[in-house]
């Protein structure tokens, strides 16, 4: 059973639709970017993506959510840790993310 993992960005004020526009991007070809360190091939098994969109009112500035899914712990810890495409994007984006939100789950595990 794979894990879902799911980020939440608010951007700066002062962030252009360009530059959002890019980490969204960027943030998406992440799926194809993160390479498997033994085969060399992706592992992310899906990523997706959007605006916030919710009638609630209870995003708390989040705008732009994106889920990724992963396979096991052991790409997840990778994904996390160590994968150099994933530690790039992260790094990059300081400069626009005001704040960023993350949670993981299993699915069907309570």
């Given at each position: 059973?794979?894990?879902?993992?799911?980020?939440?960005?608010?951007?700066?004020?002062?962030?252009?639709?360009?530059?959002?526009?890019?980490?969204?991007?960027?943030?998406?070809?992440?799926?194809?970017?993160?390479?498997?360190?033994?085969?060399?091939?992706?592992?992310?098994?899906?990523?997706?993506?959007?605006?916030?969109?919710?009638?609630?009112?209870?995003?708390g500035g989040l705008t732009h959510i994106f889920v990724?899914?992963?396979?096991?712990?052991?790409?997840?810890?990778?994904?996390?840790?160590?994968?150099?495409?994933?530690?790039?994007?992260?790094?990059?984006?300081?400069?626009?993310?005001?704040?960023?939100q993350v949670v993981d789950f299993?699915?069907?595990?309570?």
């Open positions: 059973m794979g894990i879902v993992h799911v980020v939440m960005f608010e951007f700066k004020e002062e962030a252009t639709a360009t530059e959002i526009a890019d980490v969204c991007s960027r943030m998406l070809m992440l799926k194809d970017q993160c390479l498997h360190p033994t085969s060399k091939t992706p592992y992310i098994k899906s990523g997706i993506g959007g605006k916030e969109n919710s009638p609630e009112g209870l995003s990724v899914e992963l396979e096991n712990e052991e790409d997840r810890k990778y994904y996390l840790e160590k994968d150099p495409a994933h530690l790039a994007f992260v790094k990059s984006i300081g400069g626009v993310v005001k704040k960023a299993t699915p069907g595990v309570f």
